[in-house]
């Protein structure tokens, strides 16, 4: 077995979902980075790629790439150009969510139908289509998925409303896709983090404050989590130190989820 800081020497890694440095995706881009992973980085948009392109400097990133995952052509592109670049890929981090504002708040008896669709398209479908791309691209010895998962997809959380129902589709995406692709040696597998103060997260969670503070009381380890924290996670998942774990939800939260009152 490899020595911790070689656990990814020389593995192509294609990150999906950094926006700024508080990003969940950061944390793992950089833990993965630091133990020998050639890193490759999408932006949604103009605006973030602004913020995004000195961090893909910081890690030496090969590729720097836009992906709005709702668009087909932009995830062809995505994935054509890593072909011609690294000629396949290890690892795919997938770490993206979206739901719009309205449909985080207030009851969730009156999420419209098109908000449900697109959170479930954004949140969920683009991780099957992101595989599906990348499943010829991972060599014959396999590879490694890895996708963002919270809480709420399993209990009812306050206000996370629809984002709950698409994360519990991601996790059965998670399920499905993990027994497909084993045979061809790629496992999938999603992280559930705590709760953690990033753009999406203070952008869209009402009460996030609150969330933070009941956490970071009442969680085992009396603290809330960081994205280095789940970076560490991401090591172990990616890494052949996970070869023998697929289809798993692994909580990262201080243990807060194994708690009642
Ligand atoms: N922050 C938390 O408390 C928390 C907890 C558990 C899970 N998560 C999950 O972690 C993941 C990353 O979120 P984050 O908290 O780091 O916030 P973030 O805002 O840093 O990342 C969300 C990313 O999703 C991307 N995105 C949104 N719509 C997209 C689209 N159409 N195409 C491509 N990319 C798109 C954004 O550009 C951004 O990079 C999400 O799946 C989120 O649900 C977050």
Redesign the pocket.
């Known amino acids: 077995m490899a020595a911790t800081q070689e656990l990814f020497e020389g593995r192509r890694v294609l990150v ?5 440095e ?4 950061w944390g793992i881009t950089r833990a993965l980075h630091a133990r020998g992973a050639r890193i490759a980085l999408t ?2 948009n103009e605006v ?1 790629e602004k913020r995004v392109r000195p961090l893909g400097a910081e890690v030496g990133a090969e590729l720097l790439l836009p ?4 668009d087909p052509d932009q995830i062809r592109a995505v994935f054509d150009a890593v072909r011609a670049e690294w000629g396949g890929l290890d690892v795919l981090v997938h ?4 739901a719009a504002r309205e449909e985080m708040q207030g009851r969730f008896l009156d999420t419209s139908r098109a908000g449900f669709l697109q959170a479930i398209d ?2 969920a479908y ?1 991780l099957v289509a992101l595989a599906r791309a990348a499943e010829p691209l991972f060599p014959s010895t396999g590879g490694s998925i890895l ?4 809480l709420g997809a399993d209990k009812a959380v306050p206000n996370y409303n629809v ?1 709950g129902v698409a ?1 519990a589709a991601l996790e059965a995406c998670v399920r499905y896709l993990a027994v497909e692709l084993g045979g061809r040696g790629i496992r999938v597998n999603a992280i ?5 103060r ?4 203070a952008g869209g ?1 009402k009460g996030l404050r609150t969330l933070l503070s009941m956490v970071g009381a009442r969680a085992p380890l009396h603290r809330n989590v960081t994205t280095g924290d789940v970076g560490n996670a991401a090591v172990f998942l990616c890494s052949d130190l996970g070869a023998a774990v697929t289809g798993e939800i692994l909580y990262v939260d201080g243990g807060f989820s194994i708690t009642a009152m």
């Open positions: 999906f979902g950094v926006a700024n508080r990003s969940i995706a932006y949604l973030l992906c709005d995952v709702s770490s993206i969510a979206y954004i949140s683009s996708t963002m998962t919270y984002m994360k559930s983090a705590g709760p953690i990033t753009l999406a997260a969670v």
